[in-house]
């Protein structure tokens, strides 16, 4: 286990959503499923506790921990993407298997966890600052999915 990891709390679907994302995203895999030893609040002996996973090569750990926290937009994974047919690919993965959209590139898996799907371009264009930042900005807090094409219209001027 690497030493600083991300864990990410479910009720009681971690296993299903690390094996969502690592059939969604590139170097992402199920690592390790650990069962509870024994009872606890939430759950029984035997039950899937601890997933350890990757998500774009990020290590994280997924914790059964039952209903006491619930996911919010104070965390959320940022895939960077690098053209229109990418980021609609992981777009519609999430929003299209029980999801939901949100504004500015964010939406939600089926599990309540946040994502940022963000080509690339828009992430330049932002690093760029002055009038092709702004202009990208004014685009972007438009749209729900980001639409590569108007951003790069919008840097144009």
Do not use: H
């Given at each position: 286990m690497a030493k600083n990891t991300i864990c990410v709390w479910y009720d009681k679907d971690a296993e299903a959503a690390a094996r969502f994302y690592a059939e969604t995203f590139p170097d992402s895999s199920v690592d390790a499923v650990i069962r509870a030893p024994g009872d606890y609040p939430s759950g029984k002996e035997g039950n899937v506790l601890v997933v350890e996973f990757t998500v774009a090569g990020i290590p994280c750990v997924g914790l059964n921990g039952g209903t006491t926290f619930r996911q919010t937009e104070a965390f959320s994974f940022q895939i960077s993407t690098e053209d229109q047919a990418e980021t609609d690919?992981?777009?519609?993965?999430?929003?299209?298997?029980?999801?939901?959209?949100?504004?500015?590139?964010?939406?939600?898996?089926?599990?309540?966890?946040?994502?940022?799907?963000?080509?690339?371009?828009?992430?330049?264009?932002?690093?760029?600052?002055?009038?092709?930042?702004?202009?990208?900005?004014?685009?972007?807090?438009?749209?729900?999915?980001?639409?590569?094409?108007?951003?790069?219209?919008?840097?144009?001027?």
């Open positions: 690919r992981y777009w519609n993965a999430i929003v299209g298997n029980g999801g939901q959209e949100s504004e500015c590139g964010w939406c939600k898996d089926r599990w309540g966890v946040s994502w940022q799907i963000t080509p690339r371009v828009l992430l330049e264009a932002l690093k760029v600052g002055g009038a092709e930042a702004k202009r990208a900005f004014d685009a972007m807090m438009t749209m729900k999915k980001i639409d590569v094409a108007a951003i790069e219209a919008a840097r144009r001027g």
